[in-house]
Each structure stands twice: as structure tokens, then as C-alpha cells.
């Protein structure tokens, strides 16, 4: 249906609940005329007389009555549709579907979730962790989290944090087996690798090299596809591991990680916040991608400062 026929049947409906074309032009904020006009082109539409006019006197004819009787409720009904979807995207309520990573979701999603779902009890989070990057517009996705190095084509991308990735040991690894002092040194060290949750590989360890990221597949150790396990093989000293900083950042400042290669820690990867539009979101939708930033944005929790990457020894004399 047509929206100027929509209009018409919504004039004529107010017409003759007010007995006045001019009362429903009011109601409409239209003009009489726009709203006379609107009433000829639907009995135009459907053949029929809807109304009979007087300068002082409105009544339905017989086809108008049927017509009204026949129309009220199923507009009624459209009109509480319309009401309620406006209603929706104005409330903070609802579902709220999140799709991350799980290596970002439980450090540092997590928490802004959780904060919120209790600021706004009415939302119904539905988060999925998933490490592949799907057809978010055909999964009927709200918000989407992803590392990486650019946006997906068709969204719409916002950089919250970069994503350092810091080789680190832990104390009693480097007192048995030393300290790596270079890139190649990591040959002859036990090395963890992540197997990618989606694809199965095993990920090369990237390094800043002057301008350049240059990547380094290691002998593997260990693998596994969580970071948490990984992080707890770094942790026993059972390797040397490349972990993102939002991990490594409260070990290493804890004393239970040293960080090494400092000069080597690649930080061209960033967290991003994906979405579809920035026009026609929900409230809820809106209202979390702010919380989301603010949360998120520039936040040193989850990165390493240069003096606390820089070696132990030089961190003793700056205090």
C-alpha cells in the first residue's frame, strides 16, 4: 500500500470520527484542503462516495459506512504496530545481541556487559562468542567485537583500543632457561602457539621490526585455542608465550610476567566495534555502543605503558 493511500484512509477515519474535515486536517497538522483533497483521491481509488458534503454537514453514505466498519480495526491494529515500534526503539529494553571473540570477550567485553545489564535490568543479552567473521546482517547481529586491522566491508568500524602483542616469560621459566635478548634467540626457547578456534592454524608470532610488522612461525611447545589456557602454560613457566596486552598488562604489573623484546611488541592490530547504521539504531543499541566507548576507548587497563614493557633492570633505576 501506498503511504499517500495510507494517509487518505487515515483522514477519512478521522473525518468521520469528528464529523469534520477540517477537525481531522487539525488532528493531521494538514491543511482542509490537503485533507479534502486526500479524501477525493481514495473515493477517487475506490469508485465510490464515501461522504456526503454540505457546507455545514458531513455524513458517511452508505459505501463510507461499510468502509469505516471494514477499515477501523485492522488501522487501529497498524497504527498500535507503528506506536510500538516507535516505542522500541526509543526503550532501553529488550534483546541486545553481541557477537565477540572469546580471546576479548571475558577481559575486556565482559564487564561492560555486565555493567550494562544492571544499569538497564530490562535488556536481554544474547552474546555469542564466535572467532570467525559471519554475515552479521543475516544473523540479525546488534553489536559486533573483532580484532583486527580493518574494518568489514558493509559496517560500520570504530577503533577502541590497540592491541599490543608482548612476548613474555614468567620468572621462574627465564631463571631456568635465561632470557631471550632477540627475535632469533626464540629458536632455541619452548614457545606456546594459539591454534585459531575457526581455521585450526597455528598463528605465527608478529614483531615490530623499525617500521615493519615481520611474523615468526615458533616450534610449538604447547598449543591450544584459549588464551586462558595459554596464559596459565606461560604462567607455570612451562614457555615463553606472545600474549595479547589486555592479558599480559595486569600479570606483568602483578611481578607474575616479565615482559621481553621490548623494542618488538607489534601494536598494529585494534579492538573494533562494528555496527550497521548510525541512524536507525534502537536506544538499547546506541546506548550500549556509547558505554562500550567511553568503557573501552584509549583505556591503559589493557595495554602496556613503555616503562613498564622497558627491561627489569632499567625499571629498577627509574625508581
Known amino acids: ?42 473515493e477517487s481509488h475506490l469508485g465510490v462516495r464515501l461522504f456526503h458534503r454540505t457546507t455545514r454537514h458531513l455524513s458517511l453514505t452508505e459505501e463510507g459506512s461499510q468502509f469505516l466498519e471494514t477499515a477501523q ?3 487501529s491494529t497498524l497504527q498500535r504496530a507503528l506506536q510500538g515500534a516507535r516505542r522500541g526503539r526509543e526503550e532501553i529494553a529488550g534483546p541486545l545481541r553481541i557477537v565477540a571473540p572469546r580471546a576479548t570477550m571475558l577481559q575486556m567485553l565482559w564487564p561492560v556487559v555486565e555493567e550494562f545489564a544492571r544499569t538497564h535490568p530490562r535488556i536481554e543479552p544474547d552474546v555469542q562468542l564466535d572467532d570467525r567473521i559471519g554475515n552479521w546482517v543475516d544473523e540479525r547481529v ?70 615493519d610488522i615481520v611474523t615468526r612461525s615458533m616450534a610449538p611447545a604447547l598449543c591450544t585455542n584459549d588464551i586462558d589456557v ?29 615482559p621481553l623484546l621490548p623494542a618488538h611488541v607489534a601494536d598494529h592490530l585494534g579492538l573494533y566495534v562494528y555496527y550497521g547504521s548510525r541512524v536507525a539504531q534502537p536506544a538499547r543499541v546506541r546506548a550500549f555502543i556509547d558505554l562500550a566507548v567511553e568503557r573501552l576507548a584509549g583505556n591503559d587497563q589493557f595495554f602496556l605503558r613503555p616503562e613498564e614493557l622497558a627491561p627489569a633492570g632499567a625499571r629498577r633505576k627509574r625508581r
Open 1 to 42: 500500500m501506498a503511504f499517500n493511500e495510507l494517509r487518505a484512509i487515515s483522514t477519512f477515519i478521522q473525518a468521520a470520527e469528528l464529523g469534520s474535515l477540517r477537525k481531522a486536517a487539525a488532528a493531521q497538522a494538514i491543511t482542509p484542503q490537503a485533507a479534502s483533497l486526500a479524501v477525493a483521491q481514495l
Open 73 to 75: 480495526p485492522g488501522f
Open 142 to 211: 546488534d553489536v559486533g567485537f573483532r580484532v583486527g586491522a580493518a574494518p568489514q566491508e558493509g559496517l560500520i568500524a570504530r577503533r577502541l583500543v590497540d592491541i599490543q602483542l608482548v612476548v613474555c616469560a614468567s620468572p621462574a621459566y627465564l631463571a631456568q632457561y635465561g632470557t631471550p635478548m632477540s627475535i632469533d634467540d626464540l629458536a632455541h626457547h619452548r614457545c606456546s602457539c594459539f591454534r585459531h578456534p575457526a581455521s585450526g592454524k597455528l598463528m605465527p608470532w608478529e614483531f615490530k621490526v623499525g617500521p
Open 230 to 258: 595459554e596464559a596459565r602454560a606461560v604462567l607455570a613457566g612451562q614457555a615463553v608465550g606472545q600474549l595479547m596486552g589486555a592479558t599480559a598488562a595486569p600479570l606483568v604489573r602483578s611481578g607474575q610476567l616479565v
